[in-house]
């Protein structure tokens, strides 16, 4: 588990302001993923991406970008946030070609927006 | 695409007696399914998957069912002790880096 990370774990910012979110894994895992937790909807995934630049939108990805310029980081940002976006983020990574495959989690970054 | 949802919400078990927590799929081509566990304030952890041409799977206390035909999928935790206490997250994919998750089932075990 140790192998891969969030920061910062926790982030309270604006309305309006711009947020970035990183993650960082060392198993050289060719996948990661963003999720986003809220209660009553589980998991939702933000973001994907497969290899180093070369990513793809998810279930909810209106208002969140991502990059992949390094295979081992997969930073998100909320280019202005929303009180919408106020939830708990995860970041996985899995190391096989497709998703049939475990994804192991980071710790999480709890975000507030006032 | 993938909707999944699972049941009961919340579950409440004396410890030592078995739980039993059911998922739906919609999505036939989905192959692969894993089971989660998040304790609170931490991370999902995987317990035990399931891929679609197995139709059960068990790892000491903890089983996966999966019924293709139906389209659900099952976690059975036998002898429950009082750690196995969380949140459980069913989830479901195909071979498109789209995994859904059920809502999840927060799961007591009183001693």
């Known amino acids: 588990d140790a192998g891969i990370t969030q920061s910062p774990r926790y982030k309270i910012t604006e309305t309006g302001r711009q947020v970035t979110l990183m993650c960082h894994q060392t198993?050289?895992?060719?996948?990661m993923f963003w999720y986003r937790q809220d209660l009553g909807h589980g998991l939702r995934l933000i973001y994907y991406s497969a290899a180093a630049d070369i990513t793809d939108k998810g279930e909810v990805s209106d208002g969140y970008v991502v990059s992949r310029s390094k295979t081992e980081n997969f930073p998100l940002t909320l280019e202005s946030a929303t009180r919408s976006q106020t939830s708990v983020y995860f970041c996985a990574s899995s190391a096989y070609r497709d998703s049939t495959d475990t994804q192991y989690f980071g710790p999480g970054t709890r975000l507030t927006v006032l | 695409g993938e909707n999944v949802e699972q049941h009961p919400s919340t579950l409440s078990v004396q410890e030592g007696d078995s739980a039993v927590i059911k998922c739906t799929y919609s999505d036939s081509a989905s192959n692969y399914f894993p089971w989660y566990k998040q304790e609170l304030g931490k991370r999902p952890q995987l317990i035990i998957d399931i891929r679609s041409n197995v139709g059960e799977k068990k790892d000491q206390r903890i089983a996966v069912t999966l019924n293709k035909t139906a389209k659900h999928f099952s976690l059975h935790i036998t002898e429950t002790q009082p750690e196995d206490s969380a949140v459980y997250f069913c989830?479901?994919?195909?071979?498109?880096?789209?995994?859904?998750f059920g809502a999840g089932t927060r799961l007591t075990v009183k001693p």
């Open positions: 198993w050289s895992h060719s996948y």
């Open positions: 989830a479901a994919t195909s071979n498109n880096n789209d995994m859904r």
